[in-house]
């Protein structure tokens, strides 16, 4: 018979299993420190050699990381997808700009008809939280909390749809993001007539999230990705045009 003895699961084995759905389900971040040894242990209910063995098996396995003099972290590796060869290349092609925001409009619109169906009342207040946070940035002229509330904005949407794979490869895409590889948000945020276009989108897809109305959510956010596209194509051609421009200039001044 296929049968065998049950047996107990070492305290150890428990506390990985614990820490690695914690990171699957992206509720411990890269680059996150956790808490003192003492600390965890207590919170685990587990002793602190029990405690130690388990770091030492997710340090292993490279889901954990330790600084010296500092604790305990979360790996960073977690939120690169892409090699540095491949940042490069997307730094240096215009067209990975609109490839980009067309995959965020894809994968986004899908994120956010599966968050409208399946997010719980816990993920939809965490949305309408950041949304808050963008009104009261917009109303004070804070242009870099708003782009910043932007990106945290599309996060909660990606974490309220409860796909792991989604959240881990939109997490990585928004590091790109974040790390001006696509594009640099604070463009978006220069003009006043833009940043109150792109509240009133958000405003948008956080009525139809909250209405739970899954179409609108996704309609509101391919039309938001939408018109960055339109601005970023914008800005592209202005960019062109004074460079034009300045050659003219140039060309009539006698300058070289």
Do not use: W
């Amino acid at each position: 018979m296929p049968f065998q003895k049950i047996q107990p699961e070492k305290l150890s084995i428990a506390v990985v299993k614990q820490i690695e759905m914690l990171i699957l389900r992206g509720i411990l971040r890269p680059g996150e420190r956790l808490p003192a040894e003492r600390d965890l242990a207590e919170r685990l209910g587990v002793s602190r050699p029990s405690l130690r063995e388990a770091i030492s098996n997710l340090q292993d396995q490279g889901l954990l990381t330790a600084k010296a003099g500092s604790g305990i972290y979360v790996a960073e590796v977690l939120g690169s997808a892409f090699s540095p060869a491949l940042i490069r290349l997307f730094g240096s092609h215009e067209e990975a700009v609109f490839d980009y925001l067309s995959f965020r409009k894809d994968l986004e619109g899908l994120a956010a008809e599966r968050a409208a169906r399946l997010g719980s009342d816990s993920d939809l207040k965490v949305v309408q939280a950041i949304f808050d946070k963008m009104q009261a940035a917009h109303g004070r002229n804070a242009s870099e909390d708003e782009a910043q509330l932007d990106a945290q904005f599309h996060m909660a949407i990606i974490e309220a749809s409860h796909n792991v794979v989604m959240l881990h490869m939109m997490r990585s895409m928004y590091e790109l993001l974040q790390q001006g590889v696509f594009y640099n948000r604070q463009i978006m945020f220069q003009q006043q007539t833009t940043r109150g276009a792109i509240l009133d989108q958000h405003r948008a897809i956080n009525t139809a999230l909250q209405a739970r109305d899954p179409e609108g959510a996704r309609d509101a956010v391919h039309k938001h990705l939408s018109f960055v596209q339109r601005c970023m194509e914008d800005h592209q051609k202005a960019q062109r045009n004074e460079a034009i421009a300045q050659q003219r200039l140039q060309h009539e001044t006698g300058q070289t």
